[in-house]
């Protein structure tokens, strides 16, 4: 049975009860209907348990400690900025609450100084970017421009060339974005702030991936990794490691992508940080499901919705959903896969996260068109077409592009097939990833073939088989499971030792009661002895 939605009295107690423990107002958020529960194997099961459990004490304390600074905090821009670290520490344990402290952030900055203003806009941008709502990031990002001209502090000045750089990166403004990154970088390296200056490594190398320079991009992840190892920041150094492995995924690498994502995993459970898990596990299950591990592509995509569900953070749950749809789809049961990805769209919908409802439509489409209902194929690519050029995500419009060819050969429209086939290969001659032009010579060879160019069909043919050849899935396969086999063993390890360090704390803790009572019991007899000593042989 699925939770029902809850009634406006119920979510009005809800966060009547939290704006109350918190000590400030927070806006109205719409609570969503969960849309399924998450399997696991019993082995996993208690291993996450056990983490959870570990996790949860601390969090619960932190949270707690932080509610308590800002009802104590009497000076109202301490308090500010106290609110800022409270939402800081919702960002990777419950998304709705931090988008909640947003609109309080906003509101009261309004009346203050400028450099609050700034920074409720720079953490609303944070929130939205996490929320999937790129119309509203980009929104704030650029509210941060006019600033620039303005002497500002050192974090707020790196904060908006960091975020600008960004904002660049992902418009395909490439020589822009890499202006305000190195900006950034420049601050944040003066003022020894080595953290900041790896995040920075990663943005810039993300900006040399999308332009294709595989190098480069990994040159500065390289440099990032440096950086974010002279520091104690487990956080940075843990989204160098993510960042190096979507480099890798990009360019076709899916074992060092694998890799580099357990490095990163290893990191976010011990920090227990719920964001980053739902984030690499929907990464690795994506892998996975590149070399057909279904089953282990279907677990890491629960474990990525049930990480998700837990903070609050809908945008990965629609995205786990949807590719969750895809692993059914694989298996061929298109009911299960049709209504997966429907409740993804649900989700996806109402946060207006364009690309996660590009790649929702697209996938329904691919559905669609194996069951040979090309009408609704047509339309939902088209859909999928709609909201990717909206964001200008080139990489994905490609991709639709090549299905929409892949619709029109199942019907023998040929000369329509060949149209957007070429068109998905220009895009991708410029933008996005090389590796994924090869499956579009696969299908134009198959076309040519069709019409009887023989000559055009081989030429094709011939570089698919060399792509094949230089990237043996079934090598990347074994990698795979050898890393997650070895990843598993080494979670198991972890849990037994901390099991027997937790048995242990446990004996020498009742070892330490007993002494206490033992040595209470003791001073109580001797006090006793002393009183009774006295009181006999005291004079008369």
């Excluded at 800081?88 to 931090?98: E, I, M």
């Excluded at 929409?404 to 998905?424: C, M, P």
Aim: glycine fraction near 4%; charged fraction near 25%.
């Amino acid at each position: 049975m699925l939770p029902k939605l809850l009634t406006k009295g119920q979510r009005y107690r809800l966060e009547r009860e939290f704006s109350r423990s918190l000590g400030v107002k927070l806006h109205e958020n719409t609570y969503f209907r969960l849309t399924m529960r998450a399997r696991f194997t019993p082995a996993l099961i208690i291993l996450f348990s056990f983490i959870h459990f570990l996790g949860v004490a601390q969090s619960t304390s932190t949270e707690r400690s932080l509610r308590n600074d800002i009802r104590n905090e009497k000076n109202g821009e301490e308090q500010f900025m106290k609110i800022i670290a409270l939402g800081n520490y919702y960002k990777t344990h419950n998304l709705k609450r931090a988008d909640s402290i947003r609109g309080v952030l906003t509101t009261r900055s309004s009346k203050m100084k400028e450099t609050f203003r700034i920074r409720a806009l720079l953490f609303s941008a944070e929130v939205n970017e996490l929320r999937g709502n790129q119309d509203a990031y980009y929104r704030d990002v650029l509210a941060c421009l006019p600033y620039l001209s303005t002497e500002q502090p050192v974090d707020i000045g790196f904060m908006i060339n960091r975020q600008l750089g960004y904002y660049y990166c992902s418009t395909l403004n490439f020589k822009k974005a890499d202006q305000y990154l190195r900006a950034a970088e420049t601050i944040v390296r003066s003022a020894r702030k080595y953290g900041d200056v790896a995040i920075t490594n990663t943005y810039l190398a993300l900006n040399f991936m999308y332009q294709n320079q595989k190098d480069s991009a990994i040159f500065y992840t390289n440099k990032a990794i440096q950086f974010a190892r002279r520091t104690s920041d487990k956080q940075a150094l843990t989204m160098c490691f993510n960042t190096q492995a979507r480099i890798y995924d990009y360019f076709g690498q899916v074992e060092l992508s694998v890799a580099k994502n357990i490095n990163a995993l290893q990191l976010a459970t011990e920090m227990n940080n719920k964001y980053m898990l739902a984030k690499i596990h929907l990464e690795i299950g994506h892998s996975q499901r590149m070399i057909l591990d279904l089953a282990k592509a279907e677990n890491s995509f629960k474990l990525s919705y049930d990480f998700a569900k837990s903070i609050v953070d809908r945008r990965q749950m629609g995205l786990a959903l949807s590719n969750l749809g895809t692993v059914y789809f694989d298996r061929r049961d298109y009911a299960k896969a049709i209504k997966t990805t429907e409740n993804a769209i649900d989700i996806l919908s109402d946060l207006q996260d364009l690309n996660g409802l590009g790649e929702a439509h697209n996938n329904l489409g691919v559905i669609h068109r194996e069951r040979k209902e090309y009408t609704l194929a047509a339309t939902n690519f088209n859909k999928a077409l709609v909201y990717y050029e909206s964001t200008g995500n080139k990489e994905k419009i490609a991709g639709v592009y090549h299905n929409v060819g892949t619709v029109f050969q199942k019907q023998k429209k040929y000369k329509n097939a060949l149209i957007y086939l070429e068109r998905s290969i220009a895009i991708r001659e410029q933008f996005g990833s090389k590796n994924q032009i090869y499956h579009t010579y696969r299908i134009l060879s198959d076309v040519y073939g069709d019409i009887g160019r023989t000559k055009e069909a081989m030429r094709y043919l011939q570089r698919y088989v060399n792509y094949v050849d230089s990237n043996s899935t079934l090598q990347a396969a074994t990698k795979i499971a050898e890393l997650s086999e070895q990843y598993r063993m080494e979670q198991r390890e972890r849990l037994i030792v901390s099991q027997r360090d937790s048995l242990e704390k446990q004996q020498q803790d009742r070892a330490l009661t007993a002494t206490k009572l033992e040595n209470s019991q003791l001073k109580n007899n001797f006090q006793t002895y002393i009183i009774i000593h006295r009181h006999c042989c005291a004079p008369r």
